[in-house]
């Protein structure tokens, strides 16, 4: 009666300890993926380029791809206002050929950043957050421009219809860089105030601070 007993201990401690082994691989493995989605896209892209804008302006498609196949380039810029003790930073990337007939578009969040004008790594990451954005020239808000090939238009020259959207779906840090991908749609205007329609934009971006 003692062994049996003895045994059947035996066998509910080895139980446990299965169970408690096979609930830290449950962890490990969670935590794994969790990490792998922090670091790739969160949906699909419609793109086989690593960056891009793609939409519709006015019906039509218009599309910056970067790839090794495509003469399109992307570069980033910082906007910078010193103040006596602090900085205030806006980030902005282009991606177009560059040319000065060429098709180009420029997605610019200013005065996204105060503080210190050292910034740190972790506080250039955390400025590009996930969820909807408003367009404006204000701090926490985002400006779209395009450049047809002979004039600018631009959502901060006008006001934005209900419908408006810049949703970052995707937001993870790539190094020094920051790479956000999402969607977006809204109303673009010229110096003499015409407007046109950009619809059904996606985009994924790459940020860098120097």
């Not at 045994?7 to 792998?36: E, G, N, Y």
């Not at 177009?96 to 969040?109: A, C, E, K, R, V």
Request: charged content about 20%; hydrophobic content about 35%; aromatic content about 16%.
């Amino acid at each position: 009666m003692v062994l049996f007993y003895a045994v059947r201990r035996r066998r509910h401690a080895l139980f446990i300890s299965f169970l408690q082994s096979f609930s830290l691989l449950l962890l490990l493995f969670f935590s794994l993926a969790s990490c792998k989605k922090e670091n790739e896209l969160s949906y699909a892209p419609i793109s086989d380029a690593e960056f891009y804008v793609i939409g519709k302006l006015d019906g039509l498609q218009e599309k910056q791809e970067v790839s090794v196949e495509r003469p399109t380039q992307m570069a980033n810029f910082t906007d910078c206002t010193f103040g006596s003790d602090y900085c205030i930073y806006g980030y902005g990337c282009a991606m177009g050929s560059f040319g000065d007939t060429d098709p180009m578009f420029q997605i610019f969040l200013p005065q996204v950043y105060k503080g210190d004008c050292a910034i740190t790594d972790a506080a250039f990451h955390s400025l590009f957050t996930k969820g909807e954005w408003q367009y404006g020239p204000d701090k926490g808000k985002v400006e779209f421009t395009y450049f047809d090939g002979k004039e600018m238009w631009s959502t901060s020259r006008g006001s934005q219809p209900e419908t408006a959207t810049f949703n970052i779906k995707s937001s993870y840090a790539t190094g020094a860089t920051q790479t956000i991908a999402g969607t977006f749609s809204c109303r673009l205007y010229n110096a003499a105030g015409l407007s046109r329609a950009f619809d059904e934009g996606s985009f994924v971006l790459n940020f860098r601070y120097e």
